[in-house]
């Protein structure tokens, strides 16, 4: 499955994968094991080599919220706070069993210092934060429909990995408004599978 997330074309991104396949320590995962937990310290960066993960977020009454995913050949950690060692505000679940691959805090930076890339991190994080900025206002601008299609397109097999309800919570909608856009866009034709 494509995954189309720009931090995943930056010059170093390789080499990265290539330090995680060296010194990252593998861990297995069972479907709806955490990574992390909103609120711990945790001082770990992961990459998944099968598998997937779910970002939730919590509403002041403690209603569960998806707001992201992180599947095979993507990196799962929460960034932001990753970097500056601050508890997350998110929980990181399995969605099934996976594999990661985890390297500490420490080794990610020693290896961003001496990898040859000039400001590598900074890349990273410039490109995670428009991936995000990019995302959020998807949320604020686009109709429901559109935040489904651009769904589909950046994550063209995810109708096989999370259940609809799921997509549903990412996208901000109900399960029932969900299926309303589904079959709204079968009867379009778009010649693609919603």
């Known amino acids: 499955m494509p995954i189309l997330k720009k931090y995943m074309e930056l010059e170093g991104i390789v080499g990265i994968r290539r330090f995680f396949e060296a010194e990252g320590i593998p861990k297995e995962y069972k479907k709806n094991e955490f990574f992390m937990r909103r609120g711990q310290r945790h001082n770990h960066i992961g990459f998944i080599l099968e598998g997937g993960f779910r970002y939730l977020g919590y509403s002041s009454e403690g209603k569960e919220q998806i707001v992201g995913y992180s599947f095979e050949s993507d990196f799962v950690v929460d960034y932001a706070t ?112 919603f």
């Open 82 to 193: 990753f970097q500056v060692q601050e508890p997350p505000a998110i929980d990181t679940q399995s969605i099934k069993k996976s594999t990661v691959l985890s390297l500490t805090y420490d080794q990610l930076n020693a290896y961003f210092e001496c990898c040859g890339i000039p400001d590598l991190r900074s890349k990273v994080a410039e490109a995670l934060l428009n991936d995000f900025g990019t995302r959020l206002l998807s949320m604020y601008c686009d109709t429901p429909e559109e935040r489904y299609i651009k769904l589909i397109d950046r994550y063209s097999d995810i109708l096989n990995l999370v259940s609809l309800k799921e997509i549903a919570s990412l996208i901000k909608v109900t399960p029932e408004t969900l299926s309303r856009i589904r079959k709204k866009l079968k009867n379009l034709d778009l010649n693609q599978e």
